[in-house]
């Protein structure tokens, strides 16, 4: 889609049937991504036999279980499932977490089908108590996880963006500082993370819903809806910041909204 397109004029650019490339497009879609659905008490390690490394490893409605990530992949996302149904009675899936970079390049993807596909429904997925180790490199260097309780990652590779969405409790173990650049989180009940140094604990955060937290906001900016948080270290301790709206809808901090404001000389 061009930056002058909109939806509605992409749509009429959508032929009467489907382009024949399409399922093709549709399978190569489904073949990157690695299902683990609906299992109990499994201990399972992936390996480069099981998960390709074009491989998204996508979790859903999976219970008391370990899997170990010992092979490269390029995402890992615990999230919402659509099921998609092709008028005709053939039925496709796709996954992605609600609101995430995936789930909009799936929307995307399917936009220009959308004529002969109609979403049938969404399955939250819901995962319980989990232990995840990842012991390898994931591509993208992201993992999301939504909708899930009692969840822990050991996380022994860089992992620069963790995003937790509408989440119980939630633990994230870094085994090094170099490895780690930021957790975002919404309406999560609780979020501890910690980051190792030689094996020992270094840095450690427990944050959520349910702890209090300090807002900076000192004026009446929009909020991310629902209020979203970015933990990052800063100044040698994890500090949980809410992100905002500044200046055209772009998402900052308050503390680096008002040190932007303050190198260009622009006043409040």
């Not at 061009?2 to 959508?14: A, G, H, I, L, R």
């Amino acid at each position: 889609m061009s930056p002058q397109q909109t939806e509605s004029q992409v749509n009429k650019t959508v032929p009467d049937e489907m382009p024949s490339a399409t399922p093709i497009l549709i399978g190569r879609l489904l073949s990157e991504r690695k299902f683990i659905v609906d299992e109990q008490a499994q201990v399972k390690h992936l390996d480069a036999s099981t998960i390709p490394a074009s491989s998204t490893v996508y979790l859903r409605n999976c219970e008391n279980g370990e899997y170990f990530l010992d092979s490269v992949c390029t995402k890992v996302m615990i999230g919402e499932l659509l099921t998609i149904k092709k008028i005709s009675g053939e039925s496709i899936e796709a996954n992605a977490a609600h609101g995430s970079d995936s789930f909009q390049f799936a929307q995307r993807e399917l936009a220009f089908i959308r004529h002969s596909l109609i979403v049938i429904s969404k399955f939250p997925e819901n995962c319980k108590n989990l232990i995840i180790v990842a012991n390898d490199k994931i591509i993208t260097s992201t993992i999301d996880i939504w909708k899930s309780s009692n969840v822990s990652f050991k996380l022994n590779t860089q992992v620069q963006t963790v995003q937790v969405d509408e989440c119980g409790t939630i633990d994230i173990e870094y085994d090094r500082p170099s490895a780690f650049h930021s957790v975002v989180w919404t309406a999560t009940s609780e979020l501890k993370l910690r980051i190792l140094e030689s094996g020992e604990e270094k840095y450690s955060l427990t944050t959520g819903e349910n702890i209090p937290i300090q807002s900076e906001t000192s004026e009446s900016i929009e909020k991310v809806n629902p209020y979203q948080y970015i933990i990052r270290l800063i100044n040698g301790s994890l500090k949980s910041e809410e992100l905002i709206r500044a200046e055209k809808g772009f998402p900052i901090t308050q503390r680096e909204l008002e040190h932007w404001r303050a190198v260009n000389n622009i006043s409040t």
